[in-house]
């Protein structure tokens, strides 16, 4: 079975400030890992995928995330913040055949002005 | 490409009544659909798996006779709610996964906010 786990429920960063997003997973195969942002009473907007490619993955809005298999992670990083990225993010992970996703607790960022 | 759509995006109705909510993937075929629930400040939980076709398969402690799920079409499936109380108010999101390209791939609809009164 996979699970997800998102360290940290909030996170606050200066406008300008590094954003990093802690996920880690747990998986006896080969994962599939995802990143979402959700706005207030909105739908879920994909970030970045890993499905096994490139270990280092670009998304939009400038977020990139690194899968690490040695230290079974895939945090969230942008380089300088953005008022606009105030939200809520989730990691999930599936696996080739289950198709389910799990998805982590969440992180809700703050950006401070 | 690749957009699911739900209607209704809010629905407010009354204890003990029914809510129907559709979930459409627009410019793709979906072999099978998800529903999840989410409740205020926390993740999304899967609700069950459907397959176009076929019966849906619930998660653990989700009531089947409550959430009644139909995906009668490669694009459409619709989540009933049945008798709703309002312990049931919550967002309900669907998604999709496309029957080619990338399966462990999956498209989210913009969400039903369902209020019970």
């Known amino acids: 079975a996979q699970s997800v786990t998102q360290l940290g429920s909030h996170v606050s960063v200066s406008e300008g400030a590094l954003v990093l997003l802690r996920c880690n997973y747990s998986s006896s195969v080969p994962p599939y890992l995802f990143w979402y942002v959700q706005y207030p009473n909105q739908g879920l907007q994909l970030l970045l995928k890993?499905?096994?490619?490139?270990?280092l993955v670009k998304g939009i809005n400038g977020f990139e995330a690194e899968f690490k298999k040695s230290e079974t992670s895939f945090h969230l990083t942008k380089p300088s913040a953005h008022m606009s990225d105030a939200a809520e993010y989730f990691c999930d992970v599936t696996t080739s055949g289950t198709y389910k996703y799990i998805f982590g607790t969440g992180t809700r960022l703050k950006v401070l002005a | 490409g690749a957009v699911v759509s739900q209607h209704p995006s809010r629905v407010i109705c009354k204890s003990g009544t029914s809510v129907k909510i559709e979930c459409r993937s627009l410019?793709?075929?979906?072999?099978?659909m998800f529903w999840y629930r989410q409740f205020p400040k926390q993740s999304l939980m899967l609700m069950a798996t459907?397959?176009?076709?076929?019966?849906?398969?619930?998660e653990q402690g989700v009531e089947k006779d409550k959430f009644l799920i139909n995906h009668a079409s490669l694009t459409l499936s619709t989540l009933t709610v049945t008798s709703a109380h309002p312990e049931d108010s919550s967002f309900y999101i669907c998604?999709?996964?496309?029957?080619?390209?990338?399966?462990?791939?999956?498209?989210f609809g913009p969400g039903t906010r369902l209020t019970v009164t």
């Open positions: 890993y499905t096994s490619a490139a270990t």
């Open positions: 410019d793709f075929q979906a072999t099978t």
């Open positions: 459907s397959n176009e076709g076929s019966k849906a398969t619930y």
């Open positions: 998604s999709a996964r496309p029957q080619t390209g990338n399966l462990n791939e999956q498209y």
